[in-house]
């Protein structure tokens, strides 16, 4: 009896040992599980993070890309300007020039009319009348 007593004493110890072991080994997977989930929730977030990235890369690339070509634009651009600028600037020095040289041309002419005005005048009173 006492061998059975030991017997059941021995099998109840195991039990609860046997049970604790079971505890502990669901509360492990428990824990892997969530370990797990997070982990995997977290390579989420670096794969999400990481193709914004990418995105944004080649986003700015482009915009770079853009950027310099607006800015040879606007250097032909104000080349092509000042080029403009240039030829307007010679025009009028031109133009100025030619006026002086009209304004000369139109003193002269004046000059032979009253000139030529006198020589009429001039002939008719010397002139014998017929």
Request: with cysteine.
């Given at each position: 009896m006492e061998e059975n007593i030991i017997k059941n004493r021995i099998i109840?110890?195991?039990?609860?040992?046997?049970?604790?072991?079971?505890?502990?080994?669901?509360?492990?997977?428990?824990s892997a599980y969530r370990s797990k989930a997070?982990?995997?929730k977290e390579m989420a977030t670096r794969m999400d993070l990481e193709e914004k990235m990418s995105s944004f890369t080649q986003q700015k690339s482009a915009a770079d890309e853009?950027?310099?070509?607006?800015n040879k634009t606007l250097?032909?651009?104000k080349a092509a300007h000042q080029a403009t600028r240039n030829a307007l600037t010679q025009e009028k020095l031109v133009n100025q020039s030619l006026k002086e040289e009209l304004e000369k041309i139109i003193k002269l002419?004046?000059?032979l009319e009253e000139d030529l005005k006198e020589a009429l005048v001039a002939?008719?009173?010397?002139?014998?009348?017929?």
């Open positions: 109840i110890a195991l039990g609860i040992v046997i049970l604790m072991l079971l505890i502990s080994n669901v509360s492990s997977c428990g997070a982990r995997d853009k950027l310099t070509q607006l250097e032909d651009e002419k004046e000059a002939s008719k009173t010397t002139r014998p009348k017929q």
